[in-house]
C-alpha cells in the first residue's frame, strides 16, 4: 500500500546491517523491500540528533517519531505569492478542460522567478489532498467557523537586564479545531489589555475573523462564570462587536467544550516549552521570537495520521471561510461612574490623572 510505513522493527534491521557495512542493495535483497526505501531510510537517519547506536536502543513509537516526524511546508518567499492565487487556481481547476500545466504556465508569466512545474504541482496537490481528507473527529466543526483560546497552565519566563531578576509570563494559546492550526504568544500578565492584545495578534495572523471565539472561563473574558447566563467582560464583548465575531465561553466544568485548545497545550508544552527549558532569554520580544518559530515548525510539520500539514489544510478549507479583517484595530476602552470633585475634577485609577469636566 503506498504511503505506508514500514514497521519499525524492519527498519531497525535496516538501521543494523547499514551499520555493519552491507550496501543499501544487499539490504534490501535480504529483507525484501525496495532499494529506494531503504536509501530513503539511511537519508532519514544520518541528520538524526540522535547516533545510530541511539536510534537502535529506542522504543518503537520514539523510533517513528525520530524517522517520520514529518517535514516542513510553506516555507520559502514564494509561498505567499502561491497561497494568494489558491483560491484562483481552485476555481479555475473545477473546469475540465484545465490542466496544472496550464495554470503553472500562467502563473509563471505572471512570476517569472516563482516555483518550478515541480514544486507548483506538489503545492498545488497538497493543497487538493487537505480539501478532501476529512477526519470523522473534525466533522464537527465547519470550515473557518470557531478559534478556541486559552491560556497555558505552566509560565515561561525571560531575565530582565536591568535588575536581573526571573520575570514570569502567561502563554495565550489560540487553535483552529478543524485544521489544528495553533497560535501562541506570551504576554505580561492575563489582564485585559494583555488578553486583548494576543487576541488581536493571534487574528491577523489567520487573514481574517473567525465566526466565533469560544475562550476559557478566565476573568478577562468571563466575569461570572455560568452554565447558562455567563458575564462577559465588556471589553471581549467590544472586541467581539468590532471584528465580527460572536463569544461563547466554554461551559463550566466542561473541558470537551474546548477539547483541541486542551490538546494544543499539552503539544505546546511538547513542542515550544520542551525545546526552551535550556534556553534563556533577556526580553520578551526575544521569547516570542523564539516561541513563533518553534510553532510555526509545528503548524508546517506533516501529521501523522494524514499526508498534509496545519497550516495546508487551513490555507485549503478555512482561510477563504473568514471574515476580513477590519481596517482599524481594537482598542480596549474602559467606562467608570465618577464623581466630579468641588474643583471640576475626575480622577482615573488606570492612568492616576485628573482631568477637568464642563
Aim: neutral net charge.
Amino acid at each position: 500500500m503506498a504511503g505506508k510505513i514500514t514497521s519499525m522493527s524492519k527498519i531497525k534491521q535496516v538501521l543494523l546491517m547499514h551499520r555493519n557495512g552491507m550496501s543499501n542493495r544487499k539490504i534490501a535483497t535480504a529483507i525484501g523491500i525496495d532499494k529506494c526505501t531503504v536509501n530513503e531510510y539511511v537519508r532519514k537517519a544520518k541528520p538524526s540528533s540522535l547516533s545510530l547506536e541511539h536510534l537502535l536502543h529506542l522504543e518503537e513509537p520514539e523510533l517513528e517519531a525520530q524517522m517520520f516526524a514529518g517535514n516542513p511546508a510553506y516555507t520559502d518567499e514564494h509561498m505567499k505569492h502561491f497561497l494568494d492565487k489558491l483560491p484562483y487556481f481552485r476555481e479555475q481547476l473545477e473546469d475540465k478542460h484545465v490542466t496544472r500545466l496550464l495554470l503553472w504556465e500562467e502563473y509563471r508569466k505572471e512570476t517569472p522567478d516563482g516555483y518550478s512545474k515541480s514544486q507548483f504541482f506538489y503545492h498545488l496537490k497538497q493543497n487538493l489532498v487537505a480539501q478532501k481528507q476529512v477526519a470523522v473527529l473534525r466533522d464537527i466543526y465547519k470550515p473557518g467557523e470557531i478559534l478556541m483560546i486559552d491560556f497555558a497552565g505552566d509560565k515561561l519566563a525571560y531575565i530582565d537586564t536591568q535588575s536581573g531578576e526571573k520575570i514570569h509570563v502567561e502563554v495565550f494559546v489560540g487553535t483552529m479545531p478543524y485544521s489544528g492550526l495553533t497560535f501562541a504568544l506570551a504576554v505580561p500578565s492575563q489582564q485585559v489589555e494583555d488578553f486583548a492584545y494576543a487576541l488581536r495578534l493571534c487574528l491577523e495572523p489567520l487573514g481574517g475573523v473567525p465566526h466565533i471565539v469560544i475562550p476559557d472561563n478566565l476573568k478577562s473574558a468571563v466575569i461570572k462564570a455560568n452554565r447558562w447566563t455567563p458575564v462577559l467582560n465588556k471589553a471581549l464583548v467590544d472586541m467581539g462587536n468590532h471584528y465580527g465575531f460572536a463569544v461563547l465561553p466554554a461551559r463550566v466544568a466542561t473541558p470537551t467544550d474546548k477539547a483541541p485548545a486542551e490538546s494544543d497545550v499539552n503539544r505546546i508544552y511538547q513542542r515550544v516549552y520542551a525545546k526552551l527549558r535550556k534556553r534563556v532569554f533577556y526580553s520578551l520580544m526575544e521569547l516570542n521570537k523564539a516561541i513563533c518559530e518553534l510553532v510555526k515548525a509545528h503548524n508546517q510539520t506533516r501529521m501523522q495520521e494524514h499526508p498534509y500539514t496545519r497550516e495546508e489544510r487551513f490555507h485549503a478549507m478555512e482561510r477563504g471561510e473568514l471574515n476580513p479583517l477590519p481596517e482599524q484595530i481594537y482598542e480596549v476602552k474602559h467606562s467608570k461612574t465618577v464623581t466630579v470633585s468641588l474643583q471640576g475634577e475626575v480622577r482615573l485609577a488606570e492612568d492616576q490623572h485628573y482631568y477637568t469636566v464642563p
